[in-house]
C-alpha cells in the first residue's frame, strides 16, 4: 500500500535552515507528482510546493524552500532556507495515486529564538 514517512522537522531559529525528507513505498514513486504541504495551529493546510512536470511554490517561499526528489531512492525533500516564525506549523508529504489522496503523519517545524 502508499506509505509516505516524514522526516527532519525541528526546532530552529529564525534565519535557519532544515531540510525536511518524505521516504515513499507502495506505488511507482518516479511517475507521480509529490506536494509538500503545511498547516499552522488555527489555520487551514496550505500547499508549499510541488514536484510533478514542474515545479510550483507558494508565493509566501519562493526564493526561499526547493522541493527536490531522488527517484532512486523514492524520496522527495523541502530544503527550507531564511526560515520565519510564520513558517512554523506541521509538514505533510502528499500524493494522489489511482484517484486516492495519501498523507504521511507530518513533521513539526518551529522557528523561534
Known amino acids: 500500500q502508499v506509505q509516505l514517512v516524514e522526516s527532519g522537522g525541528d526546532l530552529v531559529q529564525p534565519g535557519g535552515s532544515l531540510r525536511l525528507s518524505c521516504a515513499a513505498s507502495?506505488?511507482?514513486?518516479?511517475?507521480?507528482?509529490m506536494s509538500w504541504y503545511r498547516q499552522a495551529p488555527g489555520k487551514e493546510r496550505e500547499l508549499v510546493a510541488t514536484?510533478?512536470?514542474?515545479?510550483d511554490y507558494a508565493d509566501s517561499v519562493k526564493g526561499r524552500f526547493t522541493i527536490s526528489r531522488d527517484n532512486a531512492k523514492k524520496t522527495v525533500y523541502l530544503q527550507m532556507n531564511s526560515l520565519k516564525p510564520e513558517d512554523t506549523a506541521v509538514y505533510y508529504c502528499?500524493?494522489?495515486?489511482?484517484?486516492?489522496?495519501?498523507w504521511g503523519q507530518g513533521t513539526q517545524v518551529t522557528v523561534s529564538s
Open positions: 502528499n500524493t494522489w495515486v489511482g484517484g486516492y489522496s495519501y
Open positions: 507502495g506505488f511507482a514513486f518516479s511517475i507521480y507528482a
Open positions: 514536484s510533478g512536470g514542474s515545479t
